[in-house]
Every structure is written in C-alpha cells, then in structure tokens.
C-alpha cells in the first residue's frame, strides 16, 4: 500500500489520505494488539462465561448507542458548518443529553434483560457499564474536527493511551479479584481517560453548551436516516450476539466471542479506513475516479489478505493462543472470516451516499442489511446450530450487495472490475480454507 500512496502524493488530499491512513493502520493494529494482549492474559486469568456475559453486556451498550446515533460525526464531516464553533457546539450539546438517557434507559433494561438472557448478573453490572455511554457523550468535537481534516497523529496516541490504562485496570481487577467486574470496571476506566486526555490535548476550542436553531435542523435533517441507519446496522453488527445469545450457553458464547474479535480484526480495520477516510475523498476529490479506483484496490486487497490469513490459520491460531477450553473457536474464526469476503468487497461504496449527503439511501442499505441478516441468523441457528448461523451472515452479506451495487452506482462510485477480482480471488481461497479445515467446522455440531 505504501508504493500506491507514493504515487498519490501529487495532490494535497491524497497525501493527508496517505498520512491518514497510515495513523488509522498504526492506531487499529496498536489497538488490537492491546485487546489481543489482554484477551490472552485474561482468559487465563478469568472464565469462558465471563466473556459471554461481557458479550451481552456490549450488545446492550453498542446497541442503545447504535439506536440513537443521530449521525453528529458524519455531520461533522461533510457539513460546510463542519468547523464553525455554533454548530460544533451545538453537536455537542445533544451528544451530552444523548450520552445522560442513555445511561438512565441501560439502566431500566437491566433487569428485564438479565431475565430474558437467564443471566442475572446482567442486573447489576450493565448499570455500571453503561456508564461509558454518559461519560463518552462529554467527548469533544475536537475528535470529530481532527477525523474531518485527516489529522489522526495526536489522536490515534490518545486513543490508544486511554485504552491502554484501562487495560491495565482489568487485568490488575481480574488477578485481584477473578470476577467478571474487572472487565466492567476497566471499561468505565478506559471511556473516563479518554474523555480527560481529549479534553486536555486536542487542539482546538473548548465545548459549552449551546442551542442554535439552524444547527440543530441541519443536524437532524441530515441525521433522522443516519439514526435509522444505524438501528439497522445494531442488528447487522449485533444481531449475531442478540440471536445466539437465546440459543447459546453463556460458555458458548463466550468462545465465541472470542472467535469473533480474531475473525473480525481485518474487517474492522478496513471499516475504520473507509470510515474515515473515504467521505473526505469522495467529497473533494469525487472526479479523481482512477485515484480512487487505486486507493479502493489498496484497501480492499489489505483488508482481504489478512482477512483470508485468518481464515487459513485460524484453527491453529487459537490453538496456539488460548487454552483448550477455546479450541472449537478456530473452526468459528474460519467460518466468520469467509463469511465477511461479501462485505469486504462492498465496504468503500456507502461512503460515497454520506459524502454526497445522501443519508436516505444509506438508510437504504442498512435496513436491507439487517432485515438479511437477521432473518437468515434466525433460520439457521435454528435448524443447523452455530454453523447455521455464520453461513446465514455470509448468504446476508452476499444478497446486501446487489442493494449496494444499486447505491455506488447512483453515486458513480460502483467500480464493477474491482468486485469481479477481489470476489473471484477471495472466493476462491475462502473456499480452499473451508476444505482445509473441513474437519474442525463440522465439530462446532456440540456447541450448544
């Protein structure tokens, strides 16, 4: 990828992409290799069903914050406001009383949830948890400033410092106590370091409170179909925990969740690329069509490449990694990793609708997303258990993509070339990993 952007860097943009880019790579891999970290030392430390319960606690906290996202960082990033204090201020403001009823409604769903999931820990640990929604509703729009403008240095360091303490937090919790709180009180931890290291070394003006009219129409005019959008994407990230959650012990569970961060690391790394960095493309540079052609390739092979590793090695990884109360999550890793090729391939065309402002038919393909995704998850870990359902998110990813075909296109973003290789390539090694370990995938048959 480096060679590609040395060819880019006649352009101002292209080089803040390529400066950009390389600090979303720096600040995603320094993350992961913090959560790989301390994944490892705290399965050891602690027990599978801890991590399935933190699994239920985190589709909670991601879902409500997913529920309600009314679209403030990608308003941010393509509104012509985007640097003027009014409307930043006023972003913030709602961001705050968002951050408090978020709070307060984890709160009251606490114990119906602990109910409903047969976990009554759920009770009295989500309250607590959910404190990282109130707390990271006082983050400043410097953070969404620096992503406008392709500053990522400072931030990705902070970033990653933050996380790093509350890291640090759990595993001293865990060791102390062996419970499952350490992972909930190291989350809280993490969300108030960066809130202080933000606040104290961003560059830029300090947030108050303010409610300007214009603002606040702008904001939710552009930020009613991101917030659907977004209902929808709960189900398309979540839905997978949310459904196996009813079907699946919470020991299952948590080998599954731990199968799901080493299969989705690729995944999310090309998501927080194209998240950050194509909307500024798209928007000021939407006539470079053979720059972004490249920059799509780039990042599309990257994120398939490694997401194909995981797909090959992934058995043997866990294997490696973790004790053998988590073996049967290397055939997960597998299976989770091919099913996301379709994905993969698709990843750059939404952001073409954002930039362009068109929030309405982004809406379009997160609602077709999460009514696929469900529905399939449902019928097959029904009837064929949790292979079921990972090969029901992989037909799902397969059929969102003729729906975003249909958007890139109206957007002139649809690059048909760039879908034909990488489908054919990825398809075809996804295919051979699947053969490879053939064996282990049909031993998932005993996960209940």
Same mark, same amino acid.
């Given at each position: 990828m480096g060679g590609l952007f040395q060819q880019m860097r006649g352009g101002r943009l292209m080089a803040r992409v390529a400066r950009s880019t390389s600090w979303i790579l720096l600040g995603y891999g320094g993350s992961q290799g913090l959560r790989l970290a301390s994944n490892l030392i705290l399965t050891r430390i602690l027990f599978p069903e801890a991590f399935g319960l933190m699994a239920l606690i985190s589709l909670v906290t991601v879902g409500l914050m997913l529920f309600s996202d009314v679209g403030i960082a990608p308003s941010i990033a393509q509104s012509k406001r985007g640097d003027d204090p009014d409307f930043l201020n006023t972003a913030w403001s709602i961001q705050v009383m968002r951050g408090v009823i978020l709070w307060l409604i984890a709160s009251a769903l606490a114990l119906p949830l602990a109910g409903f999931y047969n976990a009554p820990e759920l009770a009295t640990y989500l309250p607590i948890a959910a404190l990282t929604l109130l707390i990271t509703g006082f983050n400043p729009t410097r953070i969404e400033t620096a992503h406008r403008h392709l500053l990522m240095g400072r931030l990705t360091i902070l970033d990653l410092t933050s996380q790093l303490i509350g890291i640090v937090v759990m595993v001293v919790l865990a060791w102390w106590l062996q419970s499952v709180i350490a992972l909930v009180v190291g989350g809280v931890v993490g969300a108030v370091a960066k809130l202080a290291l933000t606040w104290a070394f961003l560059p830029g003006e300090a947030n108050r409170f303010r409610w300007?009219?214009? %603002? !606040?129409?702008?904001?939710?005019?552009?930020?009613?179909? +991101?917030?659907? =959008?977004?209902?929808?994407?709960?189900?398309? =990230?979540?839905?997978? $925990?949310?459904?196996?959650?009813?079907?699946? =012990?919470?020991?299952?569970l948590g080998?599954?969740? +731990?199968?799901?961060?080493?299969? =989705?690391?690729?995944?999310?790394?090309?998501?927080?690329?194209?998240? $950050?960095?194509?909307?500024? !493309?798209?928007?000021?540079?939407?006539?470079?069509?053979?720059? +972004?052609?490249?920059?799509?390739?780039?990042?599309?092979?990257?994120?398939?490449?490694?997401?194909?590793?995981?797909?090959?090695?992934?058995?043997?990884? !866990?294997?490696?990694?973790?004790?053998?109360?988590?073996?049967?999550?290397?055939?997960?890793?597998?299976?989770?990793? !091919? %099913?996301? +090729?379709?994905?993969v391939i698709g990843m750059s065309y939404d952001q073409a609708a954002l930039a362009a402002g068109d929030s309405q038919r982004f809406f379009v393909v997160s609602a077709s997303r999460a009514v696929f995704q469900i529905t399939f998850l449902i019928i097959g870990v029904s009837q064929f258990g949790i292979i079921g359902a990972i090969v029901g998110m992989g037909l799902a990813h397969l059929l969102t993509h003729p729906v975003m075909i249909w958007l890139a296109r109206i957007h002139e973003a649809w690059d048909a070339r760039h879908d034909i290789i990488c489908a054919v390539g990825a398809g075809s090694i996804g295919a051979a990993a699947i053969w490879l370990h053939w064996d282990a995938i049909k031993a998932l048959a005993v996960l209940t």
């Open positions: 300007e009219r214009a %603002a !606040v129409h702008e904001l939710v005019k552009f930020g009613k179909w +991101i917030f659907l =959008s977004t209902a929808f994407w709960f189900f398309a =990230s979540q839905g997978d $925990r949310a459904v196996l959650g009813k079907f699946l =012990s919470l020991e299952s080998i599954y969740n +731990i199968a799901f961060f080493l299969a =989705s690391f690729a995944m999310q790394l090309g998501t927080a690329v194209t998240g $950050r960095v194509m909307i500024p !493309v798209y928007r000021d540079a939407k006539h470079e069509v053979a720059k +972004i052609a490249k920059l799509r390739f780039a990042i599309s092979g990257v994120t398939l490449g490694l997401l194909l590793l995981m797909a090959l090695v992934g058995p043997w990884l !866990v294997g490696v990694l973790y004790d053998p109360r988590y073996a049967l999550g290397g055939a997960i890793v597998t299976l989770l990793a !091919v %099913a996301q +090729i379709p994905q």
